[in-house]
């Protein structure tokens, strides 16, 4: 029996167990991990996320890699964090989740050994034993209740809190059920390691008021040893990992905001992870030294229509808008290739929920159609609307091709870019804007995607567009209500072909998501729903 | 007089004498430095006055809220609105301005809303870093622009002084943020070209860590000590006692560097002490392309955030210095010209 077997072993893993329809699948989560290691890695310069076949993993250094900006206040007690991806990525390393996204970028149990659903609203978790936090906390049932009801109490006022909650009731010590208010199809995905990690309840009521940085205990292959404000964040090898695939010794992330900076970084031996835009693939395809990772996700990008500014509520405008944008131009414009042309809100990085291009037919670049459209939407070519954009790469540049493609039919538009915040603030709070573009990423479930984009207008959404479309509220709720893939994905095919055909926003692309690895780290492979696995990877 | 001293300028001069009468006693003079004093202090305390509300108006004013910046592009309109209440933002900007200058007057700068700390602690762990990178940058550009410009006016006209002028004053036409890119390109095998490593780390650690940034930093104002510094040399050896020393057979170097170089250091010690201000406004640049958790990435950190504590205390304590740096350099100024001190120029 080689290591790995060994391990699985130990997990329990080897043979599935009989307890649940995801029992395997947590099995298969951490089977694809491991077989994912021999993944990834090469000199080639540009590769499909973790296509590459390696050796066996190894023991040992330190991995050094970048973020580019501070993480968010409270960092990192995660109950108490917003909706930061950069945060999230780090507090990936340190923490365990219920479920979490295997390398398929499948649902997979994690700290829950195996899940059973005896009805659509009770879900009954039976947890991993052995586990202990990093501070020597056991995990166990009465440790997720206590999560649980710190995320879901009104005191804490949790960006985290998951609404569809209705109890979390413990069973045994490692038995937790949890009862929905309504079945919901996307829950395990909720409880995600990146959504809802599970965190000590000892260092939580010791410290969460005083420190949130000495309340961030996980039970994670790596813990959390200093963050020092403005520098990075420092992670040492927790050796007592239940899955035992933390094979560096530590990883130490520094806080490096300028993206040629980090690259010349990584060029150097310097840092041995980045981040990279499109526009820096270029410059490191010829470094022997260097590899890109371009791994499909679930972004996408798009124009969004407000339908309280007039003529945006007339249904000819909206496409005439949608078909003056050539995707494929733009993608090779903003992108250079690296993304795929959208014409519906759900990416590829969905799999079978991700209706094709054969499947959806509206929202697609045809200027005598475009022109035919304005004038049917009776819209004034003589006036000028305000473009609001923010200057975060690539959104200013894809700002400026859809300018130009607009005005190519006759539509005047003042561009308007401010940075992030002041643009989120218009156009996700106050929602004053006319049209904007932004991108929404991170999900694991369409149903994420679809309640923010089309949810109800009443503050609990990120629906820009102002729009109430009863159709497509009908769709998600039949796309909650079952569990079954199959029509869950015939369900998800009709909704964006009603997004597609509604063009309350213009889909624009479905950008990939671009990392810069040393040649020597081995076992990367990108997952969708803003983790950063490189937990689970090695020094070659 | 002694042909030897630095003071012949004042018997040579040809500046008027002030004429206005002052009272010969030691206590009137007293009573006239304390007037002085008790004016400046009262101008510096006006100055940092309209510089918080300044900046509290600009950081209101700029759209964008620090609610939605501290909870993320996804947090929904009702967790903002929740956080926006819960920091007191709803409140008019008056009770909040008052709030913030009391709580100032008290020592207390207020809470970060991005880092969750107290400001006055944040700021106290980025200043020293900051003043170090400024302060090594400008030795640095002492250490290259006094010896140039010494040899640039020592070779006026000359190819030697054209080509010396064109690489120094290069230093500020390049905006610092590409050279800093450009010396990040040019030397990243050989320096760290991100990072702060502390003394703890070792000497060479330390510095090797410093270098790139405040060589990026140093070029600008490099450029202007260099070209005030040349001005003045090409004066002073012009001037009467420069031409007596050299009637008493002093060698040429020594007549440069005693004589001329030194007098030509007055309006060049005023520049500089000028410059620390600039240096830390040049930080902020340098810091975020280089990566150093000094006061600049600081305060472009909370300026993004919209962190409105943060931007008000960085920014008072960025005005602090400034006007402390320029009171002592009237100070310093008076001190090395005796004429300033006799009421004779300034």
Redesign the interface.
């Known amino acids: 029996m080689d290591d790995t077997d060994a391990r699985l072993a130990r997990l329990g893993l080897v043979a599935p167990t009989r307890r649940g329809f995801l029992a395997g699948a947590a099995g298969l989560g951490v089977l694809a991990t491991l077989a994912a290691c021999g993944a990834g890695g090469s000199t080639a310069s540009t590769s499909t996320s973790g296509a590459i076949a390696t050796g066996k993993p190894k023991r040992g250094g330190v991995l050094k890699a970048a973020i580019p900006e501070e993480p968010f206040p409270h960092a990192y007690d995660m109950a108490v964090v917003g909706s930061s991806t950069g945060t999230e990525r780090v507090a990936y390393l340190a923490y365990n989740g219920l479920t979490n996204v295997n390398q398929n970028n499948e649902i997979v149990g994690e700290l829950a050994e195996s899940i059973e659903t005896p009805a659509p609203t009770r879900y009954i978790f039976n947890l991993r034993k052995g586990v202990t936090f990093h501070d020597g906390t056991p995990f166990n049932a009465a440790a997720v209740k206590a999560n649980f009801d710190r995320i879901q109490s009104p005191k804490t006022n949790s960006p985290r809190r998951i609404s569809v909650i209705d109890q979390v009731k413990v069973l045994g010590p490692y038995q937790v059920e949890m009862t929905l208010t309504h079945p919901y199809a996307a829950f395990l995905g909720l409880l995600r390691r990146t959504k809802i990690p599970m965190q000590s309840p000892t260092a939580v009521e010791k410290y969460a008021a005083s420190d949130s940085f000495k309340a961030s205990v996980g039970t994670g292959g790596y813990q959390l040893t200093s963050y020092t404000k403005g520098n990075g964040v420092e992670l040492k090898r927790f050796d007592s990992y239940w899955a035992q695939t933390n094979y560096f010794d530590g990883i130490s992330i520094k806080i490096i905001p300028s993206q040629p900076t980090a690259i010349e970084a990584l060029i150097s031996g310097g840092m041995d992870f980045v981040r990279v835009g499109p526009d820096s693939v270029a410059s490191l395809k010829n470094n022997s030294n260097v590899r890109v990772d371009a791994a499909d996700d679930t972004f996408v990008d798009y124009l969004s229509f407000n339908q309280k500014v007039a003529p945006f509520d007339k249904l000819e405008v909206r496409q005439a808008f949608s078909e003056a944008i050539d995707r494929a131009g733009l993608v090779n414009a903003i992108y250079h290739g690296l993304a795929e042309e959208a014409h519906s809100p759900l990416a590829p990085g969905f799999a079978q929920f991700y209706a094709s291009d054969a499947t959806v037919v509206a929202q697609k670049y045809d200027a005598t159609a475009a022109k035919a459209s304005l004038a049917a939407g009776g819209y004034d070519t003589g006036s000028k609307i305000t473009f609001n954009s923010f200057t975060d790469v690539p959104f200013a540049a894809e700002a400026q091709v859809i300018q130009q493609a607009l005005s190519s039919i006759g539509v005047n538009t003042n561009l308007r870019t401010q940075d992030f915040t002041s643009f989120a603030t218009l156009f996700y709070d106050q929602r004053t804007y006319t049209i904007g573009n932004s991108q929404w990423n991170g999900s694991v479930d369409p149903d994420e995607v679809l309640t923010n984009l089309y949810g109800p207008e009443d503050g609990t959404t990120s629906n820009s567009t102002n729009a109430v479309d009863p159709v497509m509220a009908q769709l998600i709720t039949a796309g909650r209500s079952t569990t079954d893939v199959a029509k869950r994905a015939e369900i998800y095919h009709q909704a964006s072909q009603r997004a597609a055909e509604q063009a309350y926003y213009a889909f624009l692309s479905f950008p990939k998501v671009l990392a810069g690895l040393s040649t020597k780290v081995k076992g990367y492979k990108s997952t969708i729903g803003g983790g950063w696995p490189i937990d689970v990877c090695w020094f070659g | 007089m002694s042909v030897g001293s630095a003071e012949p300028a004042l018997v040579t001069s040809t500046e008027p004498v002030a004429t206005v009468p002052r009272s010969r006693t030691g206590s009137g003079v007293v009573a006239r430095r304390l007037m002085r004093a008790a004016t400046k202090l009262v101008q510096t305390a006006a100055v940092v006055l309209v510089a918080t509300v300044v900046v509290f108006l600009m950081v209101h004013v700029?759209?964008?809220?620090?609610a939605?910046?501290?909870?993320?592009?996804?947090?929904?309109?009702?967790?903002?609105?929740?956080?926006h209440k819960?920091l007191g933002l709803d409140r008019p900007l008056m009770v909040q301005y008052w709030s913030w200058l009391t709580g100032a007057l008290h020592g207390d700068l207020g809470k970060s809303?991005?880092?969750?700390?107290p400001v006055t602690t944040?700021i106290k762990?980025?200043l020293g870093v900051t003043a170090e990178l400024a302060a090594l940058a400008l030795l640095e550009s002492l250490l290259i622009a006094i010896p140039a410009s010494a040899f640039s006016a020592r070779w006026r006209g000359r190819v030697a002084d054209r080509v010396t002028r064109m690489f120094v004053l290069a230093g500020i036409a390049i905006p610092s943020f590409w050279l800093a890119?450009l010396l990040?390109?040019a030397f990243?095998?050989v320096l760290?070209?991100?990072?702060?490593a502390g003394w703890a780390a070792g000497l060479w650690p330390h510095l090797s860590h410093l270098l790139l940034p405040s060589l990026a930093l140093a070029a600008g104002q490099l450029a202007l000590t260099f070209e005030v510094n040349r001005v003045g040399m090409i004066e002073a050896i012009q001037d009467e006692y420069v031409r007596t020393a050299r009637a008493h057979g002093i060698s040429e170097w020594r007549v440069y560097l005693s004589y001329a170089l030194r007098n030509a250091m007055l309006p060049t010690a005023t520049v500089v002490g000028l410059q620390v201000g600039y240096l830390l406004g040049g930080a902020m640049l340098i810091e975020?392309?280089?990566?150093i958790?000094?006061m600049g990435?600081?305060l472009?950190?909370a300026v993004?955030?919209?962190d409105y504590p943060l931007v008000q205390g960085g920014v008072l304590v960025t005005v602090v210095i400034f006007v402390v740096v320029n009171l002592l350099v009237d100070g310093a100024y008076s001190l090395i010209d005796p004429r300033v001190r006799r009421g004779q120029r300034g």
């Not at chain 2, 700029?62 to 620090?66: C, I």
């Not at chain 2, 760290?192 to 702060?196: E, I, N, Q, S």
Request: hydrophobic share 50%; proline share 9%; glycine share 8%.
């Open positions: 700029v759209p964008g809220d620090p939605r910046a501290a909870l993320g592009a996804q947090a929904s309109p009702d967790a903002v609105l929740a956080l819960q809303i991005m880092l969750t700390e944040l762990q980025r890119i990040i390109l990243h095998n760290p070209v991100y990072g702060y975020t392309v280089f990566a958790p000094g990435r600081l472009i950190t993004i955030a919209r």
